[in-house]
T-cell receptor, first 111, second 117 residues
């Protein structure tokens, strides 16, 4: 059974801080790992990672995958209150492109 | 990115009634759509995979007779919660994969919050 573990489960930081969110996984026939940001409604897509060692970047957010150690990190620099959300990691493994989600990391950025 | 819509966004119903939720891919064709359920402070749990023109594939523990899924066209999948009970109250989210893009980037609908009284 595919498994995704995220840590920490929750995190409180001050504006301007840099945070690192972790995602480790066990999956059969790994295809990709995805990061999502969820505020009040459905998740919004951030990154999809398929290859080890290649950093994906979007503004203050970046992510990298290590397929040997089976984990990924999501970095957010110079955090803002608008970054407060639950960040979900999901992996696409065996089967018909189903995603297995981790429990998420709840990030709270305080002014 | 591709857009997925869901309707309704919120529904409140009495116990024993049936509720239909629609999921549409607006600017792409989705041969496969996914239905998730999310309880408060929990992650998304996949309920079923909806395949256009064929029967849905349900995850273990999800009652197929209770959660009816129909994927009649390449842009529409529906989830019907039959004889809803208060324990079915949850946030239901659909997603669709745009195969033309490649990879497994799934686009999520905005979700439907179901409250069963």
């Amino acid at each position: 059974e595919d498994k995704v573990v995220q840590s920490p489960l929750s995190l409180v930081v001050h504006e301007g801080d840099t945070v690192t969110l972790n995602c480790s996984y066990e999956v059969t026939n790994f295809r990709s790992l995805l990061w999502y940001k969820q505020e009040k409604k459905a998740p919004t897509f951030l990154f999809m990672l398929t290859s080890s060692g290649i950093e994906k970047k979007s503004g203050r957010l970046s992510s990298i995958l290590d397929k040997k150690e089976l984990f990924s990190i999501l970095n957010i620099t110079a955090t803002q209150t608008g970054d407060s959300a639950v960040y979900l990691c999901a992996v696409d493994g065996a089967g018909s492109y189903q995603l297995t989600f981790g429990k998420g990391t709840k990030l709270s950025v305080i002014p | 990115g591709a857009v997925v819509s869901q309707h309704p966004s919120r529904v409140i119903c009495k116990s024993g009634t049936s509720v239909k939720i629609e999921c549409r891919s607006l600017d792409f064709q989705a041969t496969t759509m996914f239905w998730y359920r999310q309880f408060p402070k929990q992650s998304l749990m996949l309920m079923a995979t909806s395949n256009e023109g064929s029967k849905a594939t349900y995850e273990q523990g999800v009652e197929k007779d209770k959660f009816l899924i129909n994927h009649a066209s390449l842009t529409l999948s529906t989830l019907t919660v039959t004889s809803a009970h208060p324990e079915d109250s949850s946030f239901y989210i659909c997603s669709a994969r745009d195969w033309s893009v490649g990879g497994n980037e799934q686009f999520f609908g905005p979700g439907t919050r179901l409250t069963v009284l």
